[in-house]
């Protein structure tokens, strides 16, 4: 990843975030709301942990064998994705309630999913949502060799294969984090000096992350093979399958709206200073997708309401279906795209008609 400094403009001249943050916090003001979680998100949180958990203690508790062990690992892992993508990730933004020790407590929530609150803050509150879809910065951007997210990336021959092998490696992304990828990330992080909040501790991190990963294999594993009559193996296959499927999920959901036709990535411009305030730089790097449909809504915890939470990413995703109306409306007005997939469905087929196109052999005679 690149180390070159990057810089917004300061001054927006068309005043879009002064006019459209004065309309959203009128909103709220209007119907005595908060911007952080409410009854709904409680509720929601309640299910999603059950899903996550339940068959995991009657795993433990039963004898369950066969397909149904499988079916059960595979629930594990719906519930596994639907935490992280509505309690985590809004504890993580601080949005999840209006107390620190709140979004703390359900921000670490993390570490019973394989991942870590410091990686995660740092790549995803840091790297992602300042530096959306900017080669070389925003890592979401960064699969490694394998895939080819970016036009600005290196090209290989297999590339021209990955709107087919991709969905294979998309269910890898949690089992990653567990094993590997977190040890990775937080060497190349601290070496940096990269943190969410100025107050970096390598020793504090590092003891956090192996002390958790310690625990996490402990009940995921360990527990299940001295506690149950279930043999080892078959706990690897329920450990893979569960992960699988809530890093299938995770992934699906994150690349549509930031890997498809109409969305935009772009190169770091030599002198460092990006053409567009912030708020209009998430615009054209960011879509939505399925925002009519309910579950969709509901289940991905306001993740298909991409444009909004990453201009406000102070706000809790459940209101982003009400303010999707004035941020839709405000960006209208001022000539600016709002990028949108009426449906899921439409999303998936240009996500991968996209990484098809990324697939060709770059033409390097073109303009």
Request: hydrophobic share 40%; proline share 2%; aromatic share 14%.
């Amino acid at each position: 990843m690149s180390n070159t400094l990057l810089r917004f403009q300061r001054k927006d001249e068309t005043d879009f975030f002064k006019t459209l943050n004065t309309r959203v916090n009128e909103y709220f003001k209007q119907n005595n709301l908060k911007k952080t979680g409410n009854w709904k998100l409680h509720l929601k949180t309640i299910i999603m942990f059950s899903i996550f958990l339940t068959p995991y203690f009657l795993l433990l508790t039963l004898n369950i064998s066969g397909w149904w062990f499988l079916l059960f690992s595979v629930i594990i892992g719906v519930g596994m994705a639907g935490v992280g993508m509505n309690v985590m990730h809004d504890g993580n933004h601080g949005t999840y309630s209006s107390k620190k020790w709140i979004n703390n407590f359900m921000g670490g929530s993390i570490y019973i999913l394989s991942g870590n609150v410091y990686n995660w803050k740092v790549q995803h509150n840091v790297l992602h949502h300042t530096y959306t879809n900017i080669h070389g910065h925003d890592e979401d951007l960064d699969a490694g060799r394998i895939l080819r997210f970016s036009k600005h990336a290196k090209w290989h021959r297999f590339h021209r294969f990955q709107h087919y092998y991709s969905i294979i490696l998309y269910g890898l992304l949690t089992i990653n984090w567990a094993i590997t990828s977190d040890f990775l990330q937080m060497k190349r992080y601290i070496k940096r000096g990269l943190s969410a909040d100025n107050n970096l501790n390598p020793v504090r991190e590092w003891s956090v992350l192996v002390i958790t990963k310690i625990i996490y294999l402990s009940v995921w594993i360990i527990i299940p093979i001295l506690v149950s009559d279930i043999a080892w193996w078959k706990v690897l296959i329920g450990f893979f399958a569960m992960h699988y499927t809530a890093g299938l999920i995770l992934s699906v959901v994150f690349q549509l709206a930031h890997v498809s036709d109409d969305v935009e990535t772009q190169l770091p411009p030599n002198d460092g200073q990006i053409k567009n305030v912030w708020a209009i730089h998430q615009l054209f790097t960011t879509t939505n997708f399925g925002t009519n449909n309910s579950f969709v809504n509901w289940f991905t915890g306001g993740l298909n309401h991409q444009v909004e939470h990453h201009i406000f990413p102070n706000i809790s995703h459940v209101h982003y279906t009400k303010i999707s109306a004035i941020v839709k409306k405000t960006a209208k007005e001022f000539n600016l795209p709002y990028k949108e997939f009426k449906t899921t469905r439409a999303a998936l087929i240009s996500h991968f008609h996209q990484l098809k196109e990324l697939g060709r052999k770059p033409d390097y005679n073109a303009a």
